[in-house]
């Protein structure tokens, strides 16, 4: 059975914004059993876990004498060893991969940017003049995103591992305001929570914050 690692008291606050919950849903998606193991911020960084991951970071993922880091790797490892999360037709497989890394290297970058700096430029002076172009660079890519989505579900035929992906990112805006513009947009990231293993990966998650806000 396949161990994850996850943060012992996450930054989200329970928010399933962490990039385990990527690993989590796709392991649920395709219902594989598996154990997660919590590290403190403190052992990310001693070796044990930077043996894992050379970076200091979560999620890592364990299963027999493979180990393996970063969300992209992790989730296309799992979809390419388990049914459900890419077609069998190969056109349409490439395209599901191709989607992943559109979530993570052209969605995400500008996301995280305007994320870092609401949390932690908001007292700064150049703040109020930034934020704008920050959101402009969203608003492009959420603008593309819109017009090849159109009225479909998914991005590309039935739900797959880009959906996966992007879902994930795209709810890094939940707080920002900014899908409140893009209905269809919010409405497809609706679809990807609404489905049935999002929901018992992010109880999971939800779990271990609650957990660590008890102790």
Known sequence: M???TAFENSPDRGRGQARDMRVRWAL????QPYDVRLVSFAAMKQPAHLALHPFGQIPTYEDGDLALFETGAIVLHIAERHGGLLPTDHNARSRAIAWMFAALNTLE???VELGMAMLFERDRSWYAERLPMLQDRVR????E??????KADWLDGAFS???????????RL????LLDEYPDIAAYVARGEARPAFRRAFEAQLA????????
């Open 2 to 4: 396949p161990t994850i």
């Open 28 to 31: 649920e998606e395709v219902g």
């Open 109 to 111: 970058p500008p996301i």
């Open 140 to 143: 492009i890519r959420l603008g």
């Open 145 to 150: 995103l819109s017009r090849r989505l159109g």
């Open 161 to 171: 591992a880009g959906d996966l992906m992007m879902v994930t990112v795209l709810r």
């Open 174 to 177: 939940n707080t920002s305001g």
């Open 208 to 215: 271990v914050f609650q957990a660590a806000s008890r102790s």
